[in-house]
């Protein structure tokens, strides 16, 4: 069975720095991109970025480059996100997702359960 | 970025009745589009991929349609599960994937 299991949430003050992660289970990790995909409260979703754990190549949407960081290690079938310098505005429940190949692109095809970020002074 | 616009913002109604969903693209995406369903305190589950293929497990009752610009996400007979958000997502620019704002889909 295909799982995607997150870490547990985190509370951090801002400009502090933080790493999540992102643990796939029951299928060849190397072989799907993992996308992280962003939920502010109460709104909608948000792709920020993926990255292929086979060779950590990384495609960020433009809106969120140089902001957050993507990696992974294929050796322990697991993805990062990660922040330098936190802000409130971060404040956030983040979604992993597995990528599945279509035709022209890829979608979500099994997501994480969320991991809840609440930055606050 | 291709902009996706969904409408309405919420629909109301009734178990048993059929619910339609649109989705619009600011520029063609093929038929690069999926549908997902997120109940509250749950991640998004995948509904519909290439506009019109259900994935692994989902009942008959959602189909999905259209191509280009224009999308339909159909309920056929709604059950007390199904209430729910309701987003599309194109993935024909995959230097950045794209989501709807959302539909609430509620009882009526």
């Known amino acids: 069975e295909v799982q995607l299991v997150q870490s547990g949430a985190e509370v951090a003050k801002p400009g502090e720095s933080l790493k999540i992660s992102c643990k796939g289970y029951?299928?060849?990790?190397?072989?799907?991109?993992i996308g992280w995909v962003r939920q502010m409260p109460g709104k909608g979703l948000e792709w920020m970025g993926s990255?292929?754990?086979?060779?950590?190549?990384?495609r960020y949407s433009p809106s969120l480059q140089g902001q957050v960081t993507i990696s992974a290690d294929k050796s322990i079938s697991t993805a990062y996100l990660q922040w330098s310098s936190l802000r409130a505005s971060d404040t956030a429940i983040y979604y992993c997702a597995r990528q599945e190949r279509d035709r022209d692109g890829y979608y979500f095809d099994y997501w994480g359960q969320g991991t809840l970020v609440t930055v606050s002074s | 970025e291709i902009v996706m616009m969904q409408s309405p913002a919420t629909l109301s109604v009734s178990p048993g009745e059929r619910a339609t969903l649109s989705c619009r693209a600011s520029?063609?995406?093929?038929?690069?589009l999926a549908w997902y369903q997120q109940k509250p305190g749950q991640p998004p589950r995948l509904l519909i991929y290439?506009?019109?293929t259900r994935a692994t497990g989902i009942p008959a009752r959602f189909s999905g349609s259209g191509s280009g610009t224009e999308f339909t996400l159909t309920i056929s007979s709604l059950q007390s599960e199904d209430f729910a958000v309701y987003y599309c997502?194109?993935?024909?620019?995959?230097?950045?994937?794209?989501f709807g704002q959302g539909t609430k889909l509620e009882i009526k």
């Open positions: 990255i292929s754990p086979g060779d950590s190549h990384t």
């Open positions: 520029h063609s995406v093929s038929s690069n």
């Open positions: 029951g299928y060849s990790f190397t072989s799907h991109w």
């Open positions: 290439g506009a019109s």
């Open positions: 997502q194109q993935y024909n620019n995959w230097l950045m994937y794209t």
